[in-house]
């Protein structure tokens, strides 16, 4: 069984930096591609960003100012959160993923509240 625990969370200023961490345990797959979502009150949950081992994709409204790295000898994924608006606000959660055969596999960690408020 994998599980990913996230830290880092918490309230923040406009204009603030934030760093999160998902460090994940068990039998991860070395192919897994690793995540942040995030969701807001009343709205869907939707992807941050996301990184495989060479390659890295963002949301559009957090492009130029987040950046995900990923320690594959720790199986921990960062999220660097800078320039933060109020608008970023919202339960963000680390997610994997890999495919077994045909099968897909997801994990999710429980979720950690980032809130930008002056």
């Known amino acids: 069984q994998v599980q990913l625990a996230e830290s880092g969370g918490g309230l923040v200023q406009p204009g603030g930096s934030l760093t999160l961490s998902c460090a994940a345990s068990?039998?991860?797959?070395?192919?897994?591609?690793m995540g942040w979502y995030r969701q807001a009150p009343g709205k869907q949950r939707e992807l941050v960003a996301s990184?495989?081992?060479?390659?890295?994709n963002y949301g559009d409204s957090v492009k130029g100012r987040f950046t995900i790295t990923r320690d594959n000898a720790k199986n921990t994924v960062y999220l660097l959160m800078n320039n933060l608006e109020a608008e970023d606000t919202a339960v963000y959660y680390c997610?994997?993923?890999?495919?077994?055969?045909?099968?897909?596999?997801?994990?999710w960690g429980q979720g950690t509240q980032v809130t930008v408020s002056s």
């Open positions: 990184v495989t081992r060479s390659d890295t």
């Open positions: 068990g039998s991860i797959s070395s192919g897994a591609v």
């Open positions: 997610n994997a993923y890999w495919f077994s055969g045909w099968r897909k596999l997801n994990f």
